[in-house]
């Protein structure tokens, strides 16, 4: 991106983005939905693309002057296929949804009738907002019956299959937004097979993982797969949806005309350069040291007696209950930020009884992620050190600004892509 060409312009908004830049720069990005896209894929969000409407699905448009626009959404939608090992006769992948939430209900709605039963982890369990939540859409339109961790924080699939036969849901979802173990993809088709179920996987969060190999893929046992772009798959901000053939047409008339008008060609340009990216082996690489790196400063952190919900990591963020710290998320949050360290406050699956209801605007737990650093060439040596600075800053609040010089001068050493 040409700063100087938005300067000459807007200096405002160019003022803000070089500030926002900085930030980035100069601070230890650890949201676990976050990532930094290469100079490639921002190249590719920003192209002509952008200037095009597209309603309807390649080679079928309602418009004239499509006729490189239908080859880059098929050549993304093919790159989509390889990079998860998928038969173009079997699979079919519609790269437009705007982002992960429309893309959810667009399967729901795709596939289910309003009022039609759901059954998904509990968003204070980490699960997602989009799986049903009581104040989305998707919790408006359909029944949802919740499982829960168990009381250690790990998915029960006992106690899953046990309530499924129980309620019978027309569709069971798993993939999370909060949880740092690996999920059973293949118990959970099992599951949805034996109740006569559909089985969606949301895998916003793991789809880096899954594309490198370090996390069990679920497209063996899922009927359709669901995906944001911009978090360890490191693309731009976009969603696709793969599903099974047979659903395609349901599904996808949900997307347009259903629920979405113009697809963002200039966004499905950048991630067709990410999807491309992701099959590099330079990229496997990176979902090594993804998990690497978590499990890294999940050691470290337990080493200062910080609580790691089910006890450690296999993916790309660590979860902690912050009870025995005698602090709540919303104050460690903003201790953190001021020190350089960014990281978001997160509820923690305690079960109902051992605390009623945690304040969703300050929980009881953090979660902290890695991919962002990670692309940032971070290692184990970096992760021990930041969690040390945590551990620091929680337990002695006036060493914030101390702390914040030192992860200026880290992050100098690590600049952005
Ligand atoms: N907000 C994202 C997350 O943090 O998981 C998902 O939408």
């Not at 990532?35 to 597209?54: D, G, T």
């Not at 002057?65 to 090992?85: N, P, S, W």
């Not at 903003?334 to 109902?352: Q, S, Y």
């Not at 051992?354 to 992620?369: A, I």
Request: glycine share 8%; with cysteine.
């Amino acid at each position: 991106m040409d700063i100087k060409i938005i300067r000459k312009i807007d200096p405002q908004i160019a003022g803000l983005i070089e500030k926002e830049e900085r930030r980035q720069q100069e601070t230890l990005n650890l949201i676990a939905s976050e990532n930094y896209p290469s100079k490639a894929v921002r190249e590719a969000l920003s192209s002509i693309f952008m200037a095009k409407y597209a309603e309807g699905r390649p080679y079928k448009r309602y418009y004239a002057g499509q006729e490189f626009i239908d080859k880059l959404e098929t050549l993304v939608e093919e790159r989509a296929r390889k990079l998860f090992g998928l038969k173009e006769k079997e699979w079919a992948v519609n790269v437009q949804p705007h982002s992960g939430c429309p893309a959810n209900y667009e399967v729901l709605r795709g596939l289910l009738n309003p009022g039609d039963k759901i059954m998904s982890l509990h968003l204070s369990h980490g699960g997602h907002l989009s799986h049903g939540a009581p104040v989305t859409l998707p919790g408006k339109d359909f029944k949802i019956v919740n499982y829960f961790l168990d009381k250690d924080g790990w998915l029960s699939y006992d106690e899953i299959e046990k309530l499924a036969e129980q309620e019978k849901p027309n569709l069971i979802i798993a993939g999370y937004s909060a949880y740092p173990r690996k999920i059973d993809f293949k118990r959970f088709g099992e599951i949805a097979k034996k109740v006569g179920a559909y089985f969606m996987a949301d895998i916003a969060h793991i789809a880096g993982l899954v594309a490198t190999g370090v996390h069990p893929t679920p497209f063996p046992f899922a009927d359709v797969v669901t995906t944001t772009i911009h978090k360890t798959l490191r693309g731009p901000r976009g969603a696709m949806i793969i599903c099974r053939r047979e659903f395609e047409k349901k599904i996808f008339s949900t997307v347009f005309p259903g629920n979405q008008g113009g697809p963002h060609e200039h966004t499905i340009c950048a991630i067709g350069v990410a999807l491309k990216e992701a099959m590099e082996p330079g990229f496997k690489k990176y979902g090594k040291q993804i998990v690497k790196n978590t499990k890294a400063l999940a050691e470290e952190l337990k080493r200062y007696d910080f609580n790691l919900i089910s006890g450690g990591s296999d993916n790309h963020l660590v979860l902690i209950d912050l009870r025995n710290k005698n602090i709540s998320g919303k104050p460690v949050q903003e201790l953190l930020e001021k020190a350089g360290i960014v990281m978001n406050r997160n509820t923690i699956p305690t079960i109902p009884v051992d605390v009623p209801r945690q304040p969703p605007f300050d929980p009881l737990g953090m979660r902290l992620g890695t991919q962002a650093l990670t692309t940032r060439g971070m290692k184990e040596k970096e992760m021990k050190k930041i969690a040390s600075w945590i551990n620091e800053v929680i337990s002695n609040p006036k060493s914030v600004s101390k702390i914040k010089k030192e992860v200026k001068k880290l992050c100098r050493k690590f600049p952005l892509p």
